[in-house]
């Protein structure tokens, strides 16, 4: 058993694109939130007053738009009466022209400025839970500063194991992930190694594993883990063998001349069994090859 951090799979920023202060700011540490959701409105009061002049600015041209149209369309009237001459008009569609482009530099000036100030407002990136706001209401930003971190898509169990057992662990292990709080530590769910690190860190191999219902864990949060750590010979005795007797287990010992006998043994650890058996590891009393039965049975079991 070893405690694994919760950690997610990505983390993401969701960053200022314009400089400007923060005047709503819409989400907290802990908040669910989608992509494309409004986190922030940045203003840049730089900006308004910069819409202020060139709309001043398009209001004048607009003026004398309209008024080199109307000298151009007097001057056609006249030049078809033979009165006005060729470049007269020449001069007069050439200041129209002029007029109506400039009215068109300055429209799309003031689309770059709306275009601005649309920047400030701040959109989720992407699915997610938010671990870390560094800023608040009122906040001066610059471009590409961050106003919430995310941490996106699903979560996964870091884990870090002593460096003897780096040889054992594979992508594809089952694990066996304990009980969520203080409550009596117990497996709960099951996971899978999705990945081992190449690189030792510390004297530890980094694994990540994957296991249900971690959408409710803080991130960083320990999960205790239960996960392979290579294989041993054992002895195991089935449960239904075994009594206990002035305070000692034991089992009984079919000897070749058929008698039995009760001998003691040090138990080690319960392990589940083929058929929802449970059973117990011997450490010392018997050896691979000796026969035991139950009290009061003739069959035998090796």
Do not use: C
């Not at 694994?4 to 969701?14: I, L, M, W």
């Not at 058929?258 to 083929?274: D, F, M, S």
Request: charged share 25%; glycine share 8%.
């Amino acid at each position: 058993s070893v405690y694994a951090t919760v950690r997610s799979k990505d983390v993401t920023e969701a960053r200022v694109r314009t400089p400007g202060t923060v005047v709503t700011l819409k989400v907290d540490e802990g908040t669910q939130v989608k992509a494309g959701e409004l986190l922030a409105i940045i203003t840049d009061p730089k900006i308004a007053l910069r819409l202020k002049a060139v709309d001043a600015q398009i209001h004048g041209l607009q003026s004398r738009v309209e008024t080199a149209r109307r000298d151009y369309e007097r001057v056609l009237q006249l030049r078809e009466r033979g009165v006005a001459p060729q470049a007269r008009v020449d001069q007069l569609k050439t200041a129209l022209d002029v007029a109506e482009n400039e009215l068109k530099t300055l429209r799309s000036q003031r689309l770059v400025l709306e275009q601005q100030a649309s920047e400030g407002e701040v959109l989720a990136p992407a699915d997610g839970r938010v671990i870390k706001v560094p800023l608040t209401t009122g906040s001066v930003v610059l471009a590409g500063e961050s106003i919430a971190t995310i941490a996106a898509n699903e979560f996964l169990l870091r884990l870090e194991l002593p460096e003897r057992h780096a040889r054992f662990i594979k992508p594809g292990d089952k694990i066996k992930v304990g009980s969520r709080g203080l409550t009596p530590i117990q497996p709960t769910a099951e996971g899978r190694v999705v990945q081992v690190y190449p690189k030792l860190e510390g004297g530890r191999v980094i694994a990540d594993a994957e296991a249900p219902n971690l959408g409710d864990y803080f991130v960083g949060e320990r999960a205790l883990v239960w996960i392979s750590a290579g294989q041993r010979r054992v002895v195991v005795v089935p449960d239904s063998f075994l009594f206990r007797r002035f305070g000692l287990d034991q089992v009984y010992l079919l000897r070749p001349d058929g008698r039995k006998v009760a001998v003691i043994v040090q138990l080690g650890q319960a392990v589940e069994l083929r058929d929802s058996q449970s059973g117990h590891e011997v450490l010392a009393g018997l050896k691979p090859g000796d026969l035991i039965t139950r009290e009061g049975m003739a069959q035998s079991h090796e």
